[in-house]
Nanobody, 123 residues
Framework: QVQLVESGGGLVQAGGSLRLSCAASGDTFNMYAMAWFRQAPGKEREFVAAISWSGSNTWYADSVKGRFTISRDNAKNTVYLQMNSLKFEDTAVYYC????????????????WGQGTQVTVSS
């Protein structure tokens, strides 16, 4: 079992930056692939970024590539999402997820989820 708690969301102007954090507790954090997903009002949840258990491999949705960076600190049991050059369309609830297996883009393959943190980008 893994418990995930996101933080760092908020209101930011377009072009600004935010850093989300996801603190994990419970099972061995460094054995899990981690990912960020987001869900905007009226839309399905979508993949944002993922990172391998070691942190050596990362993957991004095309919509955030070059603007967002996922990283992890296994000593702190924490995964981060640095979001730069934010756009209005990045507004969503952002969720952290953990998977006991290789990374993937499909939310239904992730085993554990946080409660989400709201990111609002004003235009």
């Amino acid at each position: 079992q893994v418990q995930l708690v996101e933080s760092g969301g908020g209101l930011v102007q377009a072009g600004g930056s935010l850093r989300l954090s996801c603190a994990a507790s419970g099972d061995t954090f460094n054995m899990y692939a981690m990912a960020w997903f987001r869900q905007a009002p009226g839309k399905e949840r979508e993949f944002v970024a993922a990172i391998s258990w070691s942190g050596s491999n990362t993957w991004y949705a095309d919509s955030v590539k070059g603007r967002f960076t996922i990283s992890r600190d296994n000593a702190k049991n924490t995964v981060y999402l640095q979001m730069n050059s934010l756009k209005f369309e990045d507004t969503a609830v952002y969720y952290c997820a953990a998977r006991d297996g290789p990374h993937c883009d499909y939310d239904y393959k992730y085993d554990y989820w946080g409660q989400g943190t709201q990111v609002t980008v004003s235009s």
